[in-house]
């Protein structure tokens, strides 16, 4: 659990919004590079890092363990008088968390930034009955103007910055969960590993750009050219006031597999074995529909590649703190090596 | 002053748990030779003999509570269900960390998220009473090792420096005018002066009701920060006040019409020394004042303020200069003899 929680640590520390993930490339190469993993690494044009560990047998199959390496934040549209910032959304993001609210703004330095909340004195009558939009909250940098154009301008991300926080059990606070979490758990899964005993080669994909198309997957996968693919994203666990049809995800019961036209049927069933077999907790969800993760992507790659989804379940999503059991987290990661290891 | 800020802001203090600010304010004013006392309603007030006398009582007051929230109820899946105490807005509260005080348990405010929310709720922030706060806890039991029905929470403690010359955290409303009092005790003063450090000033002004009371001041120096509207594109006309503008003088608000003499005094004062100050341009916003203007005899009462955006949130910004603007005009008025 220590070993995921410093990998979380360091992943999460990365700027990298949807578009601008090679913000992320210079620490995280070097960090991954510290831990000895990987035979080869490399980064796409795409906004994808990737890593590769051979196993060292000739024409071992290649199997691929995607999560995506971008997150959810904003752009600027404007550098205004008074130092103030008008943004964009990358991703979506709901407004009624934003007022007040800390952000980081990647200019040429890191400048912090605190949305603007409207004073009560201007409150309309029926304030709270009218919709918010997030293009209407703009950012304070409590900046002169001038001073600020040399460090902004039209186009510069900007993101929540990650405290992690304890929280009761085994339970973290953060932000940038989805969906670096799932990328730190891939790589304590092939920590886990003795690549040396394994028959397959293992790929890791850090892909770019999910939260706005899914482009990273698509092309990395198609670079990597997998025989199998395990997705690792985040998915909503159930908390009050949801639909009776989420309450199949808790947080605390292990990681979400799902069955859905979008993954492959005989390898989920499979990879349920392997975690009944090696009595790895997990839960099961379906999607009928899209999967809303890079799923659909990774196996429509070249000629098809099966595809597994997982996911860690996640509370406040899209937040700048979500909320996941760190227990699901490595449960996920356990789950992910013992499939590998049965291939 | 900013030697005190930082320490002030980042303590748990909403209205009714005044003991660790109260505590950590004594600690620093006890060697000051001054005279100090707690009172029932947990107020701290504070005398200190200056080098003359003057025919008229003259209180310096803040308020030591901040705004928070407090626990209504827990649910059996160990969700936390609760409500703000004093004013805060709906859509600051929604993803913030909060922290309860004494127990030091983290929690997340979470509400329902966008895509379980209907084509009508979306958009739309829900009251806090149908947020709740998530502890990480399973169960009600699990909840009730650490906090309970009655505990209370502040936003997490976050001071930090900000833009040019300014600073953020909660709390600054009014952590700031205690520090601003606290360095004027451990000063040498012209006359024997009263100080006060309030209770429960964001849930109806409490601490100062009893305070007018029981001092019976004649003149009465109110130090707080008020909200400044100086946001983007906003015009000056709706502002009420602009950070960087300096103190706040202001004329009339929601709860008092200011002595004019004072406000002259003030003016005069400020001009006089060179400190930068601004009226207060729309009537909005009420504080302390008004408990000293209406209870007993009445007393002549001013509020100095410092500006401040985003106020009653995690994030009240404000600037270094007008904070010393409103400490330099409160130890400048302080040499008057009245």
Not at chain 1, 190 to 205: C, E, G, P, T
Not at chain 1, 241 to 251: D, I, L, N, Q, T
Not at chain 2, 158 to 187: H, P, Q, W
Request: with cysteine; aromatic share 8%.
């Amino acid at each position: 659990m220590e070993k995921l929680y410093d990998i979380v640590e360091n992943f999460t520390s990365y700027p990298g919004v949807a578009g601008f993930e090679y913000m992320a490339f210079d620490d995280l190469t070097k960090y991954v590079k510290s831990l000895d993993i990987f035979d080869e690494i490399g980064t796409t044009p795409v906004g994808s890092f990737y890593g590769i560990m051979r196993c060292g047998k000739k024409n071992a199959p290649l199997i691929l363990c995607d999560a995506h390496i971008d997150t959810i934040g904003f752009v600027v549209t404007e550098v205004c008088e008074g130092g103030f910032l008008k943004i964009a959304n990358v991703g979506g993001i709901a407004a009624k968390i934003l007022p007040a609210s800390e952000v980081n703004i990647y200019g040429k330095e890191t400048i912090k930034g605190v949305f603007a909340s409207k004073p009560p004195h201007l409150h309309d009558a029926n304030e709270y009955d009218q919709r918010m939009n997030v293009v209407d909250q703009y950012i304070d940098t409590g900046l002169p103007l001038e001073k600020l154009k040399t460090l902004v301008r039209v186009g510069t991300p900007v993101g929540f910055p990650c405290k992690l926080q304890k929280l009761l059990g085994d339970n973290l606070a953060g932000a940038g969960f989805d969906d670096r979490l799932c990328g730190a758990a891939i790589v304590r899964a092939l920590m886990y590993l003795d690549k040396k005993s394994l028959n397959v080669d293992v790929a890791f994909q850090f892909s770019g750009t999910e939260e706005t198309g899914y482009k990273g997957a698509m092309t990395t996968a198609y670079r990597l050219n997998p025989d199998k693919a395990i997705v690792i994203d985040v998915t909503h666990a159930f908390v009050p006031g949801a639909p009776k049809a989420r309450e199949g995800v808790k947080a605390g019961l292990g990681g979400d597999i799902c069955l859905s036209p979008h993954t492959h049927r005989a390898f989920t069933k499979f990879a349920i074995d392997v975690a009944e077999k090696e009595g790895i907790p997990y839960q099961l969800s379906s999607a009928p529909g899209a999967t809303g993760t890079n799923s659909n992507a990774v196996q429509t790659t070249r000629n098809g590649v099966p595809t597994l989804l997982v996911s860690i379940p996640l509370k406040n999503m899209h937040t700048m703190s979500e909320l996941v059991d760190m227990k699901d987290a490595l449960d996920t990661a356990r789950f992910v090596a013992a499939v590998i290891k049965a291939l | 002053m900013l030697k005190y800020l930082k320490k002030y802001c980042d303590i748990l203090g909403p209205s009714g748990m005044e003991d660790e600010i109260r505590n950590a304010i004594i600690e620093d004013i006890k060697d000051s030779g001054c005279e100090y006392e707690t009172d029932p309603m947990g107020n701290l007030t504070v005398f200190k003999k200056g080098k003359k006398r003057r025919d008229k009582k003259v209180l310096f007051s803040a308020h030591m509570d901040e705004v928070g929230f407090m626990v209504k109820y827990i649910d059996d899946d160990g969700y936390v269900h609760f409500n703000s105490i004093g004013g805060v807005d709906r859509r600051v509260v929604s993803g913030r960390r909060i922290v309860f005080c004494e127990s030091n348990t983290y929690g997340v405010v979470a509400s329902k998220a966008v895509h379980m929310q209907t084509a009508e709720e979306r958009g739309k922030c829900e009251p806090i009473n149908e947020m709740h706060i998530d502890i990480g806890a399973r169960s009600r039991a699990e909840a009730n090792e650490h906090i309970m029905i009655g505990d209370c929470a502040t936003f997490v403690p976050n001071y930090t420096e900000f833009g040019e010359g300014l600073i953020r955290s909660k709390a600054l409303d009014d952590r700031f005018g205690c520090a601003v009092l606290v360095n004027m005790i451990n000063s040498d003063l012209e006359y024997d002066t009263y100080f006060t450090f309030n209770t429960c000033e964001e849930v109806g002004c409490n601490g100062a009701k009893e305070v007018a009371h029981r001092l019976r001041p004649d003149i009465v120096f109110v130090l707080e920060a008020t909200t400044a509207g100086d946001t983007l594109g906003m015009p000056k006309s709706k502002r009420a006040c602009a950070i960087g503008e300096g103190a706040v003088l202001s004329i009339v608000d929601r709860s008092t019409i200011y002595d004019k003499e004072l406000l002259e005094t003030a003016v005069e004062t400020a001009n006089e020394k060179g400190i930068k100050w601004q009226y207060k341009n729309v009537v909005a916003g009420g504080n302390e004042a008004g408990e000293y203007q209406r209870t007993a005899s009445g007393a002549s009462v001013l509020a100095i303020s410092a500006p401040a955006r985003y106020i009653h949130s995690e994030s009240n910004v404000l600037s270094i200069n007008d904070m010393q603007s409103v400490a330099d005009l409160a130890s400048a008025l302080n040499e008057r003899s009245f």
